[in-house]
């Protein structure tokens, strides 16, 4: 017999809520999938603010919630399990979500699980292309993430290859978007000028990409820097910002390390599949050197559609229908929010 889980995203500033079905076979079906977004209270600071973050949760908690049941044409009786991201991110925000999902699943008798938000942007892929390949190689680029990670099993098995050294892909576009006069969050805007752009206007640098450098790790602070310095020079000149080369040729460095590492580390991992998430993932020419790069060497590439690579209450519970699926321990009820979870611990 088929269950219904529920899934309960609030890591940083969007508040999710996603409903999928677990067939008997193991497949995993979307519902419903509702967020409750608070950039916009954040953009006039540039960047999230926990404390608005939290507050914000607790407001569209219950009003989410509804929508994706009103959405799936379902009622809470009709959940099996609750699955709720238990980490990494902002603690309040992460507070909000674990107490919502405790009181649901107190109040309904269902399973708990406390998931890694990580690993829900991987699980997601499995609502759009069906189950994941063993082992499987993720690129996860986010706003707070940049990681390269072996998937041998999504439910209970994931190690990190490599990671960002200092700021996350996303973090640069936002600094940069910043240095443009752009809005926020940056990634949209970024990508919108760059189609205007041109890519080779500006050799802006590939970051730890030398011969002494981890080869799967990353670092873009040096290239938001670089950014910054060359937009400096210019103004000093009297000089007008080409704001779309700058963007351009800024987006191209970033995917061009992003690929290019992802590549080489399928190549030795022996791995003959990509996925790509996170909400870096929607940009255009991160998924267009991807497909071109995965063509060239034979690698089949996986790329959520946009609206699931951003964060969201489905990644949570499709990562859930899987450890279910697994039979993996449930949760405590007095288990906490975990704001450093390492991406290896799947479920509490």
Known sequence: MSRIIMGIESSCDETGVGLVRLHD???????????????EQHARFG??????????????????????????????????????????????????????????????DVPLYGVNHLAGHIAVDTLQHGPLPAPCLALLVSGGHTQLLRVDDIASSITELGSTVDDAAGEAYDKVARVLGLPYPGG???????????????????????????????????????VARWVEAAARRGEEIPVDDVAASFQEAVADVLTMKAIRAAKEQGIGTLVISGGVAANSRLSSLAAERCAAAGIELRVP???????????????????????????????????ALPVNVVSL
């Open 25 to 39: 076979d193991g497949a995993v079906e979307l519902l419903a999938d509702e967020v409750a977004s608070s950039v």
């Open 47 to 108: 960047g999230v603010v926990p404390e608005v973050a939290s507050r914000a949760h607790l407001e569209a908690m219950v009003p989410t919630t509804e929508r994706a049941f009103e959405k799936a044409g379902l009622s809470l009786s009709d959940v099996d399990a609750i699955a709720v991201t238990a980490g990494p991110g902002l603690a309040g925000a992460l507070l909000v979500g674990v107490s919502a999902a405790k009181a649901y699943a107190t109040a309904l």
């Open 188 to 226: 949209p805007p970024i990508d919108k000028a760059a189609k205007n752009g041109n890519p080779s206007a500006i050799a802006f640098p590939r970051g730890m990409t030398g011969p002494r450098d981890a080869k799967n790790d990353f670092s873009f602070s040096g290239l938001k820097t670089s």
């Open 305 to 339: 559609r946009p609206r699931l690579c951003t964060d969201n209450g489905a990644m949570i519970a499709a990562l859930g229908a899987h450890v279910v699926a697994a039979k993996r321990p449930t949760a405590r009820l007095d288990f906490s929010a975990n704001p």
